[in-house]
């Protein structure tokens, strides 16, 4: 399996808060069965973003913990002003392996008024913005026919793996099961923040995904997507089930 989103990098953010904590999460994520994980330090106003730092990090991890796994770098995009300029200016910093996927994590207290115009010009960029665990973000999952026009315009959507467990509660793991029904999901990833509460271990999500959709669609969103996401291909998936507006004029950037 390949892991998109982790915050296994330590004392960068609120995830890992050492190198020690590091090498257990990945030995976690070894023994579920991930064989590529990528490091995904929030870049927001909280946690300012060190690019320069999370590769020394990475580099460190990988030495440390050897080829039982491959580690590759991201971050945890937040939508402000600057971050926003600066990745239509230079998407490499912040970008999967300075590719094409940008993982984005929304507010849960409110959604940009110029999102799809900030969405339209990494677009336009050849960004695919990957948006990031909706089911656990109400202002989302209220709008679903944004989300519906996003997909079709050429953005990704990411489930969290502890959704379908109920780890997030049963909202979470309703609005998740909501999302994959209406083929609204391209990623399953972790969003690992320690050894406990949120480890990198996404065994059981693969498991309750190939049960209840099947093993094709398991190993689209735990393998084949999240492999393309590390390179510069594009992923093509189905259209989204409609959910009550109709297409607009955002479509027309989809690639």
């Given at each position: 399996?390949?892991?998109?989103h982790?915050?296994?990098?330590y004392?960068?953010?609120d995830g890992s808060?050492?190198i020690?904590?590091?090498l257990?999460?990945?030995q976690i994520a ?6 590529d ?6 870049s927001?106003?909280k946690?300012?973003?060190k690019?320069?730092l999370v ?7 990988q030495e440390?913990i ?5 580690i ?10 600057d971050n926003i300029?600066?990745c ?6 912040y970008?999967i392996?300075?590719?094409?996927y ?12 110029t999102i799809?115009?900030?969405?339209s010009?990494f677009l ?10 909706p089911?656990r973000n109400?202002?989302?999952?209220a709008?679903?026919p944004d ?6 315009a050429?953005c990704?959507?990411?489930?969290t ?5 109920g780890?997030f509660g049963?909202s979470?793991?309703a609005n ?8 609204m999901?391209?990623f399953v990833a972790?969003?690992?923040h320690?050894t406990e ?8 999500p693969r498991k309750?995904?190939a049960?209840?959709?099947?093993e ?11 492999r393309?996401?590390l390179t510069e291909?594009y992923?093509?998936?189905e259209?989204?089930?409609e959910?009550?507006?109709k297409?607009s004029w955002?479509s027309?950037?989809?690639k």
């Amino acid at each position: 399996m390949v892991d998109i989103h982790s915050h296994i990098c330590y004392d960068v953010d609120d995830g890992s808060r050492s190198i020690e904590e590091s090498l257990a999460m990945l030995q976690i994520a070894i023994e579920g069965g991930t064989t590529d994980i990528v490091a995904t330090p929030h870049s927001d106003l909280k946690f300012h973003f060190k690019p320069e730092l999370v590769r020394e990090r990475i580099a460190t991890m990988q030495e440390r913990i050897g080829d039982k796994i491959r580690i590759h770098r991201g971050c945890d995009f937040h939508l402000f002003f600057d971050n926003i300029r600066n990745c239509l200016e230079d998407r490499t910093n912040y970008t999967i392996n300075g590719k094409r996927y940008l993982m984005v994590e929304f507010s849960e207290a409110s959604i940009p008024k110029t999102i799809d115009e900030v969405f339209s010009s990494f677009l336009q960029k050849e960004i695919t913005p990957v948006i990031t665990h909706p089911e656990r973000n109400a202002l989302l999952m209220a709008r679903l026919p944004d989300m519906v026009k996003w997909i079709r315009a050429g953005c990704l959507v990411q489930v969290t793996g502890a959704s379908f467990t109920g780890r997030f509660g049963k909202s979470a793991e309703a609005n998740a099961r909501r999302l994959m029904d209406r083929k609204m999901v391209h990623f399953v990833a972790s969003d690992a923040h320690d050894t406990e509460w949120r480890p990198p271990d996404l065994s059981v999500p693969r498991k309750i995904v190939a049960d209840e959709w099947g093993e094709g669609m398991a190993q689209r969103l735990f393998e084949t997507f999240p492999r393309i996401a590390l390179t510069e291909q594009y992923i093509d998936c189905e259209d989204p089930e409609e959910v009550s507006e109709k297409k607009s004029w955002f479509s027309f950037f989809k690639k």
